[in-house]
């Protein structure tokens, strides 16, 4: 908890300075040496249990290095050298926090595999269509067109403690701050995450889709056998996950697989982004508590004023 509770000081600090696998069975048979066998858990109503708070912290890339080509997992003494020389390369470079910051789950490879892509089996992401790279194109002139940080909405999502990549959806690893929590009601799903305390509430009782768009997406929930499937919508432009539009169709998949890990899956599909849907898979760890507040504030006003007062002073259009 010390080390929790250090990274969201250190957090809120940052924010202020710088503006599927089948599902499981019902019970398990015990591992040698275990007093029981394992029983999958239900709340009171009889939907699976995902109550407790849990970790996707891993030092795994989403996507896998070109040196590693085809590897799809590394032998005991690769992943070592990897995890070594990964550490001692963020150690010199991460000018973020130093490495008492970092969650520990990120200094070691899931299951010694290469990438978090299981699906291209080459473990990276699709190519981009011509509409992806015009638009990528467009968004990079535009930056060099105008001023460093005219306004408030050049600042990024995070800057301005709207969205981080982290919390998502879809989940992804950061250096700190992996945790996510489930509440779950009988009609509801709400996964918080604590990163910018981000919490989505997932209708279950099978609505169809809202119209509005969200920076979040719009999400409807629901069970398949004990793995609940999280359909989501309806995202804004502007965010963009890894260069997606508005046409990010996001299904997630979360599956309790033993007392202590969750089989997280999903598949993004954007036919203006990518030649082809691409998956990824991270198993989330259970964690003792309590998740400590993120303090980021939507605007993260201190910061953005002094970020965009430094912009004028520099900006040699003034």
């Known amino acids: 908890m010390g080390k929790r509770f250090l990274a969201s000081l250190g957090v809120v600090t940052l924010g202020l300075a710088i503006a599927a696998a089948a599902p499981a069975p019902l019970q398990r048979q015990a591992a040698p040496g275990t007093a029981k066998a394992w029983t999958f858990p239900r709340t009171s109503w009889g939907d699976p249990d995902f109550a407790g708070l849990w970790n996707y912290a891993t030092m795994t890339p989403l996507e896998r290095l070109q040196a590693f080509a085809t590897k799809e997992t590394l032998t005991d003494a690769e992943a070592a050298a990897y995890e070594r020389q990964t550490t001692e390369r963020q ?3 991460n000018n973020t926090a130093g490495p008492d910051w970092w969650d520990e789950g990120t ?9 978090l892509i299981i699906d291209p089996p080459n473990g990276r992401l699709p190519p981009l269509t011509p ?3 015009t638009r990528a194109s467009a968004r990079t002139q535009a930056n060099r067109a105008r001023g460093p940080a005219d306004g408030p909405e050049d600042l990024g999502l995070n800057v301005r403690c709207i969205l981080w990549s982290t919390a998502g959806p879809p989940m992804l690893p950061g250096v700190y701050n992996n945790n996510v929590q489930f509440i779950q009601t009988r009609d509801h799903v ?5 990163m910018i305390h981000d919490a989505r509430i ?3 009782d099978g609505r169809a889709h809202g119209a509005v768009r969200r920076w979040m997406g719009d999400s409807r929930g629901r069970w398949d056998g004990q793995t609940l499937v999280v359909d989501t919508i309806n995202f804004t432009e502007k965010s ?6 508005e046409g990010l169709h996001l299904v997630e998949r979360f599956t309790r697989v033993g007392e202590d890990t969750i089989r997280y899956e999903f598949t993004a599909e954007d036919p203006g982004t990518w030649t082809r849907p691409w998956t990824a898979m991270i198993p989330l760890n259970k964690t003792e508590g309590p998740m ?6 939507e605007g993260n006003e201190r910061s953005m004023v002094g970020i965009l007062r430094a912009a004028r002073v520099q900006d040699p259009r003034q």
Do not use: K
Not at 107 to 115: C, G
Not at 240 to 245: H, K, L, T
Not at 292 to 297: D, I, K, Q, S, T
């Open 91 to 93: 150690a010199a470079a």
């Open 107 to 115: 200094r070691h490879l899931t299951e010694r595999r290469t990438s």
């Open 131 to 133: 509409e992806a790279q």
């Open 190 to 194: 709400v996964i918080v995450n604590e």
């Open 202 to 204: 997932i209708p279950m």
């Open 240 to 245: 963009a996950f890894r260069g997606s539009g």
């Open 292 to 297: 400590l507040e993120y303090a980021c504030h």
